[in-house]
């Protein structure tokens, strides 16, 4: 069956530095993939929508100069928090479209800035 | 921003019970899914109900949808200490072409 995967699983970097996360679906194109942000005990927020060959569409409230998103081929979508600080620790984890409104998530990434 | 609530917040039961969780959302709805988290995990997508249907079963899950409420439940019978986790209702509306709002999400303790 289609699959997403996300890497790294686990990333933990310094306060000031940035990290890539991407998001590759591995059998099927993916025009559109969502990226989602999930704080410890909480629920999962939609952060964007990345569309391939244009530009992200942010959510309500979300830096886009601090989250940059990347969706360059229809198979690869990044995800990269620039200047991370401790806050922006959560889990990110990434969905792609198969069709229609079929959509299949990657395993997530979390990250921790220290 | 959150699609809307989900209750209980938080359950506890013992194997062998049944446990049951609703979801509550505020638009119309193209489908409403549930999915399941094990804590420090990613996703796994258990049933997906659409607008036009009612009640879907799959295994131990029963899924009911109200679209005049906009509510939905979630019904795992028989639980098993394997189905500790947590458990979010997740809406997709029609044009949203994939993009999912997900409720709070229910934590789910299932013990021995």
């Known amino acids: 069956g289609a699959v997403v995967s996300q890497h790294p699983s686990w990333v933990i970097c310094k306060s000031g530095t940035s990290v890539k996360i991407e998001c590759r679906s591995l059998d099927f194109q993916a025009t559109t993939m969502f990226w989602y942000r999930q704080f410890p005990k909480q629920s999962l927020m939609l952060m964007a929508t990345?569309?391939?060959?244009?530009?992200?569409?942010?959510e309500q409230g979300v830096e886009k100069d601090k989250f940059l998103i990347n969706h360059a081929s229809l198979t690869l979508s990044t995800l990269t928090v620039t200047s991370a600080h401790p806050e922006d620790s959560s889990f990110y984890i990434c969905?792609?479209?198969?069709?229609?409104?079929?959509?299949?998530f990657g395993e997530g990434s979390w990250l921790t800035v220290v | 921003s959150q699609q809307g609530e989900e209750d209980p917040q938080a359950l506890s039961i013992q194997e062998g019970e049944n446990a049951t969780m609703n979801c509550s959302y505020k638009t119309s709805i193209n489908n409403l899914q549930w999915y399941r988290q094990n804590s420090g995990r990613g996703l796994v997508h258990l049933i997906l109900i659409r607008s036009n249907e009612r009640e879907k079963h799959s295994g131990r899950l029963r899924v009911t949808l109200d679209t005049s409420k906009k509510s939905s439940s979630l019904l795992i019978t028989a639980s098993r200490a394997a189905d500790t986790a947590s458990y979010f209702c997740a809406t997709m509306t029609t044009d949203s072409w994939g993009k999912l709002q997900f409720g709070a999400g229910t934590q789910v303790v299932v013990t021995p």
């Open positions: 969905s792609a479209r198969f069709y229609g409104n079929t959509i299949y």
């Open positions: 990345s569309n391939e060959g244009s530009k992200a569409t942010y």
